[in-house]
């Protein structure tokens, strides 16, 4: 069974196996939550870790299958929750020219996480040879190629020892995909920045991106 489809059935499963799939992913939680606040959490005795961990169990109740995947939410519910956290320890003071007015504190989280995301973004297309600004204009035209294409990354995206060569080499191997995965060097060419952009914010977990692919 699928990682998503595990996390709908145990929305109907006993505590015991909702436990038991949270200790499974305590690592996930440590270093999604060593991430966000940058430093060392543990499990004991640290107040980061008990925030993270219900956030992680939220994330299991309210995970619906039709709006994505659940580690990217899951993620997204932890970085909120732990962004809220330090904002009540220490006050965030953000710039009036950074950050919009807003009524809704989700908003607000949402837009720093987005900027935080972003940069991440730029930086990794840089190393690829790519700006921001270009993709639009490098994006496929083709209804039906754009689909393939983004179909193509969700799969290379699975694909460990390609994916480790990608970002190692800051390439897209044209040949080895055409041959491994039966697709013409034609769409792979007409499509290469649009998966490239695309790996970028699977490979980086940049869920707020990831609703825009």
């Given amino acids: 069974m699928e990682l998503d489809q595990r996390v709908v059935s145990l929305q109907k499963s006993t505590s015991k196996e909702q436990e038991d799939f949270i200790k499974e992913f305590t690592p996930f939680i440590l270093s999604t939550a060593s991430q ?57 003071e953000p710039s009036v020219d950074e950050i919009p007015f807003s009524d809704s504190q989700e908003e607000l989280l949402d837009h720093l996480l987005l900027k935080e995301e972003i940069e991440v973004f730029v930086k990794d297309l840089e190393r690829f040879g790519l700006q921001l600004e270009d993709l639009v204009e490098l ?23 390609l994916m480790n060569m990608i970002f190692r080499k800051y390439t897209l191997p044209m040949t080895r995909i055409s041959l491994k995965y039966q697709i013409s060097r034609k769409v792979l060419y007409g499509s290469r920045e649009y998966i490239l952009s695309i790996l970028v914010v699977l490979k980086n977990n940049l869920t707020l991106l990831y609703k825009w692919i």
């Avoid at 939220?58 to 904002?87: T, V, W, Y």
């Avoid at 083709?142 to 983004?150: I, L, M, P, V």
């Fill in 36 to 92: 966000r606040i940058g430093r060392y959490v543990e499990v004991e005795n640290d107040e980061a870790y008990s925030v993270a961990l219900q956030s992680f169990y939220k994330a299991i109740l309210s995970f619906q299958e039709e709006k994505g995947h659940f580690l990217p939410f899951a993620k997204l519910l932890i970085d909120r929750d732990l962004l809220n956290h330090l904002k009540k320890e220490k006050p965030l």
């Fill in 139 to 161: 994006v496929p035209k083709h209804r039906d190629t754009k689909e393939k294409a983004r179909q193509l990354a969700f799969v290379l995206a699975e694909d460990e020892d």
